[in-house]
C-alpha cells in the first residue's frame, strides 16, 4: 500500500493576488498572501477592517467606497507599507 495521497484542487483557474483589494498594498509576506487569496484582503485589513465589520453586520457585509476610503486614511496614519503601486 502506498503513502501518496492525491487531493484534487478545484481552484486551479483563481488567480493568486499580489496587491490587497482593500488597501492596494503589495502583499509582502506568505500570510498576506493566502489571506488575500481565501478572504479579500490582506492580514491588517482583514483582522483590522474586514472581520470586525463582518462580526456586527453580518457575513453577507461588503465595505462600500466610502468606508474603505476612511479605513484607509485610519491605517495609513498607523501603518508604512514598504512598497506600494498607485
Do not use: H
Not at 15 to 22: G, K, M, Q, T
Not at 27 to 36: G, I, V, Y
Not at 37 to 52: L, M, Q, R, S, T
Amino acid at each position: 500500500m502506498s503513502d501518496f495521497i492525491d487531493i484534487y484542487i478545484n481552484e486551479r483557474e483563481k488567480n493568486i493576488p499580489s496587491v490587497c483589494e482593500i488597501c492596494g498594498g503589495i502583499l509582502q509576506t506568505l500570510e498576506d498572501t493566502f489571506s488575500a487569496y481565501n478572504k479579500g484582503a490582506c492580514c491588517d485589513c482583514f483582522v483590522c477592517f474586514i472581520e470586525p465589520n463582518r462580526n456586527i453586520n453580518g457575513d453577507s457585509w461588503k465595505p462600500n467606497k466610502e468606508e474603505i476610503d476612511d479605513w484607509l486614511l485610519r491605517k495609513n496614519k498607523q501603518y508604512n507599507p514598504m512598497y506600494k503601486f498607485f
